[in-house]
């Protein structure tokens, strides 16, 4: 049942992202990638992440995508009325590069495996304190400084956008 | 639960379909949201190995790796708009101020 449901949510994913790159619209696109989180966030959840896909619903689809579609529908965006991708050089290079990039994915996954130190959260004890506890104890103990760092981070990318979105005013340079 | 390889090839293809977006499209903000895509399917292959390996540091760089992501979509947005202003377009192929 897992399985299916893996299965299935990663077929979205794919065909979705498919959609997002091809389509001329950009709202369009943006929408196809707003299904796209949304069944990441099924895979997470899946894979027993459940904190994480709540988080990557509520920050990915809910807020930077809204944000994305604020812009586009801010600088009204139509659909593109020259070729929405570029010259047909440039095309057939990207798309030979990007399957290239996936064919190395595709033979380091079969050579390797994954293996390495076993942390102490199986899955049972993340299902038994639950994913929420589980994640807020090492956020506050052990990555206490990237998390305050973090804080620091966003500040400074609010501080930043408010600057250079805001119209100047008439009696400075 | 299908074997972690699997998974893995999910996110090689997710990322490689956001690089193929990044280097085909020239709409500015199609350019950024296929970024975006290449940025979740970090955060898959980082949930499935540390599922695998039985540990939550994982999942605490996927928390950190959103929160940077949201962080830079702000500004870069806010960079799009500035430049739309100047050029009035988004087409990347337009805005070559520094061509000789």
Known sequence: MVTVFLYLFGLLAILSALGMIFHKNPVYSALFLVIAFFSLAGIYALLGAQFLSIVQVMVYAGAIMVLFLFVIMLLNLRNEIRLPIGRPFQVIFGVIFGILLLVQGFLILKASSVSGALGVFPQSRVDQIGSVEALGTLLFTKYLLPFELASVLLLIGMVGAILLGRKKLPNEG | ?100
């Open chain 2, 1 to 100: 639960m299908i074997p972690t390889t699997n998974l893995l090839i999910l996110g090689a293809v997710l990322f490689s379909i956001g690089v193929i977006g990044v280097l085909i499209r020239r709409n500015a903000i199609v350019i950024f949201m296929s970024i975006e895509l290449m940025l979740n399917s970090v955060n898959l292959t980082l949930i499935v190995i540390a599922r695998q390996l039985q540990s939550l540091d994982g999942q605490i760089f996927v928390f950190f790796i959103m929160t940077v992501a949201a962080a830079e979509v702000a500004v870069g947005l806010a960079l799009i708009i500035s430049a739309f202003r100047l050029r009035s377009t988004v087409h990347v192929d337009d805005i070559n101020l520094l061509k000789g």
